[in-house]
């Protein structure tokens, strides 16, 4: 297989794995019967964009996000 070809292959088996972790968490929540809540980051630049649905994932994911914004500090000035 050439360069291109493995490249698309490796993305192509990327992205089936983020679909079958999103349809296993979905999967897991409806099957449960209990409420499911969740949230993301989205860094643009310096700026991170939080959302959730519900205030308690979403200062979850704001310590991480905080937590990954020092620790990407801390990498940068040590090099």
């Known amino acids: ?15 089936l794995g983020f679909l079958l972790v999103f349809a296993a968490i979905l999967l897991w929540g409806v099957r449960s019967g209990e409420k499911v809540s969740g949230g ?4 643009l630049g310096p700026i991170p964009v939080i959302f959730g649905s519900d205030v308690k994932a979403v200062k979850a994911v704001a310590a991480l996000a905080i937590i990954l914004m020092l620790l990407v500090l801390l990498f940068f000035t040590l090099r």
């Open 40 to 43: 993301g980051v989205l860094l």
């Open 1 to 15: 297989m050439s360069a291109p070809e493995l490249f698309m292959l490796s993305l192509a088996l990327i992205m």
